[in-house]
């Protein structure tokens, strides 16, 4: 999950840190906790990571109103990591939370989104709507049940698309 990214990545937002299992990664990938911006909606994970991280900026609200939770609209990622169970979520849900990602993403930034799930978490129209493409990164199929690895960012004019890395 945490396999692109160092310290040279620069801004990385992370959605749904939870207990920090993925934050703690990153710094071990050696990013600084200044790096790095955690959403979290769940107040006793919030205080949790507060306690664990005192230099990471907590976040306490919604990934699908990040402006509304404090993540300003002009402050551009590098990288967003997502741990979020967006196939237990709705639709609408979904495409906020992703269409919110994609408007804070740099240029040349990815989302990238751990699922349970047999193909990326968030639908091709969804994807082409935004203006976003999927690539599968890897599955750990070891995990019960597998666990899989999408990196989502703006689709490249010009490229060629591999059918077997772009999912519905």
Sequence with gaps: MTKAINQTTGSVLELGPGTGVFT???LRRGLAE???TLVEL???F???LSARFPSVRIVQGSAAR???AGVAKDIRYDAVISGLPLLSMSAPTVFRIVKNVAHRLAPGGNLYQFTYGARCPVARVMLEKLGLESHLL???VWNFPPASVYRISHARAGEERHPNTSHP
Aim: aromatic content about 0%; overall charge negative.
């Design 66 to 68: 990040l402006s509304a």
């Design 46 to 48: 919030a205080d949790l």
């Design 138 to 140: 890897g599955t750990a």
């Design 42 to 44: 769940d107040t006793r």
């Design 24 to 26: 703690e990664a990153l």
């Design 34 to 36: 200044e790096q790095l």
